[in-house]
């Protein structure tokens, strides 16, 4: 794989911004545009800033490229004013990112990576992978994929959220404090008025669905931890004739990891159980699922109105946050819930996501690639029972026969959790097929 896909682009002056990153060619959604090692890491941590300094100091004095060296210095350096003493952690804090996984707790700086400007509707997304293995052997990357179809000089834009979604003083009052600009991309540059009231209410709406689903805030009763499988109480009743409910108490993920190993897949969990332990969302599956669906609903609708050959980027939300957000949530409910049929469906959408958002060979995708496959294989699958009822004994319906109104129907209208359901009756009897594998 070329690891150096920057052809694609340069960086270029732009007005009022310093420099940026513009396309040189036509770009497709899911072109890999950059996979970069960090020029270093370090701790993150409360020291004084003078101690910081000094560490960032050594480190870039330490680098045995002067070419590094001066390209560190050319990087941006939002708090000059703040800190004139302090050029190397001025110069660190506005470009550093915070890694995950292995490097939880470290941030990294990457000299391309901060070409990119922000924009609160981007056309690139970004990520980091802590476990990524290429030609170069094992280590820390961080990909740039396009989102969006880019012509030849569009500045491409990542956004610094990270998934984050805000309504627009929000988002103005972040920024400003955080990293210290006044954003004048499309989405903030829209006037105030009915446009605007539109686009903030539906990033409000996201924003209070990632709050309640992925930090956990919720009105809900806490759910008690639990090293064990063998207590289990019934979850609130849920809405509607289903008889099903999530246990609400999750087993641990050490019974989670006892289970059988069927030898496809097993070690490739999607779920975390254990984080899942902290969350709320589980009390109630059916109304968890009706929201997941209005908040993957908004993502979509937005991403399909900028359409594959628009470019540029038009003031909407398509974006702003990543649509597996929402499956995610999905593709865990289904899983505990036993119903492999949906799961295989959730698990095909973010595969196909995170192929454009991550690259094929992320881990991501292979993981919900394998998922796909065989849902039943996953170590959560089925574990939301609490020891009582069976599997969910629906089939994917063939999309080509219902068409889509009906397939998305039958996905997000999980009739068949109430046990003994008859499931999706297509028409004309058909008999499904396996619309995850598509
Ligand atoms: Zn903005």
């Known amino acids: 794989m070329a690891t150096t896909p920057e052809t694609l682009w340069e960086v270029r002056r732009i007005p009022n911004k310093g420099y940026g990153v513009v396309a040189t060619a036509p770009i497709d959604p899911g072109t890999r545009l950059l996979m970069e090692k960090p020029l270093y890491t370090r701790p993150m941590t409360d020291d004084p800033i003078k101690q910081q300094n000094s560490i960032v100091e050594s480190l870039i004095q330490n680098l045995p490229d002067p070419a590094q060296r001066d390209a560190f210095h050319a990087l941006a350096s939002s708090f000059s004013v703040l800190y004139p003493d302090y050029p190397y952690y001025s110069i660190a804090t506005t470009n550093e990112v915070a890694l995950s996984g292995e490097q939880d707790g470290s941030s990294g700086l990457f000299l391309r990576w901060s070409r990119f400007n922000h924009a609160c509707a981007p056309s690139a997304y970004w990520a980091w992978h802590d476990d990524h293995t290429s030609a170069e052997g094992k280590g820390g990357v961080l990909t740039v994929h396009a989102i969006r179809h880019l012509n030849p000089g569009d500045e491409i834009h990542i956004s610094y959220f990270e998934n984050r979604v805000m309504p627009h003083d929000d988002r103005e009052r972040y920024l400003a404090e955080v990293y210290c600009f006044a954003c004048d991309c499309a989405l903030c540059s829209l006037a105030p008025g009915p446009w605007r009231d539109d686009v903030d209410e539906r990033l409000r709406q996201l924003e209070a669905f990632w709050r309640k689903y992925h930090l956990g805030e919720s009105d809900g009763p806490p759910l008690s931890p639990s090293s064990s499988s063998s207590t289990s109480s019934p979850a609130t009743a849920a809405t509607g004739a289903t008889t099903t409910t999530i246990a609400a108490s999750l087993p641990s993920d050490e019974t989670a990891e006892g289970?059988?190993?069927?030898?496809?897949?097993?070690?490739?969990?999607?779920?975390?159980?254990?984080?899942?332990?902290?969350?709320?969302?589980?009390?109630?599956?059916?109304?968890?699922?009706?929201?997941?669906?209005?908040?993957?609903?908004?993502?979509?609708?937005?991403?399909?109105?900028?359409?594959?050959?628009a470019g540029g980027e038009d003031g909407d939300i398509a974006g702003c946050i990543d649509v597996t957000f929402a499956y995610e949530i999905a593709l865990a409910l289904t899983l505990l819930l036993g119903d492999a049929a949906r799961a295989s469906v959730f698990a095909a959408r973010n595969r196909d996501r995170y192929t454009v958002t991550l690259g094929a060979d992320s881990a991501s995708a292979v993981r919900a690639g394998l998922c796909a496959r065989n849902p039943c294989a996953d170590r959560s699958f089925g574990l939301g029972l609490g020891g009582g009822g069976g599997r969910i004994p629906s089939k994917v319906p063939d999309v080509g026969e219902v068409g889509e109104e009906a397939f998305e129907e039958w996905l997000w209208s999980p009739k068949d959790w109430q046990l003994g359901g008859a499931g999706f009756a297509a028409p004309g009897g058909g008999r499904g097929q396996g619309h995850g594998d598509m």
């Open 259 to 309: 289970r059988e190993d069927n030898g496809d897949g097993a070690d490739a969990a999607v779920v975390d159980v254990k984080s899942l332990n902290q969350r709320r969302f589980l009390h109630d599956p059916i109304v968890c699922f009706v929201e997941c669906r209005e908040a993957a609903e908004l993502i979509v609708e937005a991403e399909e109105d900028v359409g594959d050959g």
